[in-house]
């Protein structure tokens, strides 16, 4: 360790929120000194960058991360299919699910963000009764037509329910591919914490053309169509299942308009186009 870092740890102790993270700091410190060192490298990289660009609030979420309890286990034992999406992903897989069964359903619900927002993916924690409705629906509706708004207008996925997880791929790709249409985005929901906590885990996984910023959208469609109280809304799910000779494509761009999703996903574009 030279003079950087320990120039880097004076400044850091001037930091009004060290004193909320000292005791982990200080446990890092002795249980990774050379995490510790390259954090504090870090620090001092950090100094130099403008003020708007601070990584501060990252350098601590770095400290408070390595110093808490590991409660993922990434990748321990799913496989990855030939379209990159992983086969029989559970949540023992992601999650170490005997340790947070101590935890309230807040404490998950906080801890489950918290890792999720640090990666680029879709993730979510449902209500139990959300969960339900949304469960039911797909039981009678296992898929649905959603739209993304683009610059011209919008453009068409097909999202379909295997088990608990929601696959979509591009209207064009069903059109062309049939049945052999690859996944594009898969959500995956785990109802293992449901009965005891109260609350369902999703999280996501796309291909590498798809955006996060897409996925987002149609995850959010997902509750609109499937999650609503208003029966006209849920009837274009029905209606795409059970009387497909009925529906019009424009009702969902409708929906999504009268729902504010349109406008909202497509700041600054005029929503009138199809």
């Given at each position: 360790a030279g003079a950087g870092s320990g120039s880097g740890e004076a400044a850091l102790e001037e930091n009004p929120y060290y004193g909320k993270?000292?005791?982990?700091?200080?446990?890092?410190?002795?249980?990774?000194?050379?995490v510790f060192e390259s954090r504090m490298e870090k620090r001092s990289e950090v100094k130099k960058q403008p003020v708007g660009h601070s990584k501060q609030g990252e350098f601590i979420r770095c400290m408070e991360e390595k110093a808490r309890p590991i409660f993922f286990a990434e990748g321990l034992g799913s496989k990855t299919s030939k379209g990159g999406f992983t086969k029989d992903k559970t949540l023992d897989s992601i999650l170490n699910v005997e340790m947070v069964k101590e935890k309230s359903a807040e404490e998950i619900t906080q801890i489950w963000n918290q890792y999720f927002s640090a990666k680029d993916t879709?993730?979510?924690?449902?209500?139990?009764?959300?969960f339900d409705l949304i469960w039911k629906r797909a039981q009678n509706c296992p898929s649905f037509l959603y739209a993304l708004p683009r610059k011209e207008g919008y453009e068409f996925f097909v999202g379909q329910w295997s088990g608990t997880e929601l696959h979509f791929t591009s209207l064009i790709n069903v059109q062309t591919q049939g049945e052999t249409a690859p996944s594009q985005l898969v959500l995956y929901h785990y109802p293992d914490l449901q009965k005891e906590k109260g609350i369902v885990l999703m999280t996501a996984e796309m291909d590498s053309k798809f955006v996060v910023h897409d996925a987002q959208c149609l995850a959010n469609q997902v509750q609109l169509f499937y999650a609503t109280d208003r029966s006209e809304t849920y009837g274009l799910v029905e209606t795409f299942n059970h009387r497909s000779s009925e529906f019009k494509y424009m009702s969902v761009i409708a929906e999504l308009e009268q729902s504010g999703l349109g406008r909202e996903l497509r700041p600054g574009q005029v929503s009138d186009k199809s």
């Open positions: 993270y000292r005791h982990k700091i200080q446990e890092l410190r002795r249980s990774s000194p050379d879709v993730y979510a924690v449902i209500p139990a009764d959300r």
